[in-house]
């Protein structure tokens, strides 16, 4: 028999998405005789204690007991436990230095760490995750603050929606003016995006469409890998290359940055992958993008003039052109960026149904019997050591970077 424990979130501002709903908890109970799921008592959590107790989930604060420990964000240092198994969004892989103690009280008390994001197929897709609502949410946002911004029409805040389908109702009737919007990606975040795009009834074109003809009605176009980027010699994409050596390439997304006036990005970036666009262009007169959503929200990252996140309550803020200074949103002077750390906490019951499904299909079976290679590459530390595949993390566990 395995514990699985849902842990509280420690993290502050404290998370409300969960690993597992209720419903989902008595479909384990059910279906398993070798699992039994403990939860923690949370007065945060998207589903009430109440409604976990009326699923047959036992509560209570000790889970010492527990083989396995769940959670969603970064768990505080003096709370995790040592020897136990942890899966949660550690933002470790990448080297975050907001992380690094976090990464060495993990080898410090044997813990086998588990990151969420790391779960891939052997092409790279990602197996699990909230993508989907980051996309669908951040591209509310970005479309909400082009709106303030114009005065063209207005939108509510996601938050204040019961669900997605609730949210869905308040698109009835909006008429979007002629814009011009280039969403980045092909993953879930994008998915998101489109989805929202779809709903808003805002046309897709092609590329080359885009870059060339004039439109009397709004559109987007998808931007993905090989629109992107190209190697810098051979001038092709090949996307096992490029991830392997984003370095090799160069980015192909100066021509939008004149006929964008929204940005909805949902690309994956880290240090080696070349930027969208440098900082000095934004002065450009060239520069015609007003509203930029960084949703894959990598400060300093494929986005330059990302400044870091901002809140649920207040996910907006200007960039001055000049100084690339933080302003207030919808200024002549500035560009305008959405930039949230936790976007689905908007839509946080329809993202951990969404979320808990993709785990029980995917990785329960495998992590409470005999494991496998798809969770044999998500585990960053076992038994208080960095796995082989992560052994380039070793100077930052260190503290040596």
């Not at 987007?220 to 390439?249: C, M, V, W």
């Not at 070349?274 to 993008?289: G, Q, T």
Request: net charge neutral; glycine share 6%; proline share 4%.
């Amino acid at each position: 028999m395995k514990k699985i424990g849902l842990i509280k979130e420690g993290k502050i501002p404290a998370d409300n998405r969960v690993a597992l709903t209720p419903d989902q908890c008595k479909w384990v109970h059910k279906n398993r005789d070798d699992v039994q799921i403990i939860a923690q008592p949370s007065e945060n959590r998207c589903f009430s204690d109440k409604e976990y107790k009326a699923a047959g989930v036992e509560l209570r604060e000790d889970l010492s007991d527990c083989d396995i420990l769940l959670g969603i964000k970064e768990v505080p240092v003096n709370l995790l436990l040592p020897k136990k198994t942890y899966l949660f969004f550690s933002h470790t892989k990448k080297q975050q230095k907001s992380n690094q103690k976090l990464l060495q009280t993990v080898l410090e008390k044997n813990i086998s760490l588990i990151d969420y994001e790391c779960f891939e197929h052997e092409d790279g897709q990602r197996v699990i995750g909230f993508g989907f609502f980051a996309g669908v949410v951040g591209a509310h946002n970005a479309m909400m603050a082009y709106g303030n911004r114009t005065e063209k029409f207005k939108l509510d805040r996601v938050y204040k929606q019961k669900n997605l389908q609730e949210l869905i109702h308040t698109y009835f009737g909006l008429k979007i003016p002629n814009v011009k919007i280039a969403v980045t990606g092909s993953g879930r975040v994008a998915h998101g995006i489109l989805e929202i795009m779809n709903l808003m009834g805002i046309t897709e074109v092609e590329p080359y469409d885009y870059l060339s003809k004039t439109f009397t009605y709004p559109i987007y176009t998808q931007l993905k890998g090989a629109d992107l980027y190209e190697n810098s010699i051979s001038k092709k994409y090949n996307r096992q290359e490029f991830h392997e050596k984003p370095e090799l390439y160069r980015c192909k997304f100066m021509p939008y940055i004149k006929q964008t006036d929204i940005l909805l990005n949902g690309i994956y970036w880290d240090k080696n992958v070349p930027r969208l666009f440098e900082k000095d262009i934004v002065a450009s007169n060239d520069f015609a993008i007003q509203t930029i959503a960084d949703i894959t929200d990598d400060a300093g990252g494929s986005v330059p003039i990302n400044l870091g996140d901002q809140t649920i309550e207040n996910p907006i803020y200007g960039v001055d052109k000049i100084s690339f200074e933080k302003t207030n949103p919808y200024l002549n002077s500035s560009v305008d960026i959405m930039a949230v750390g936790n976007l689905p906490n908007e839509l946080p019951r329809d993202a951990s149904r969404y979320f808990g499904e993709q785990f029980i299909k995917y990785i329960l079976e495998d992590l409470v019997t005999n494991g496998s290679p798809i969770l044999d590459r998500a585990t960053i530390t076992k038994n208080g050591k960095l796995t082989p595949h992560f052994q380039y993390l070793s100077n930052f566990a260190a503290g040596k970077l």
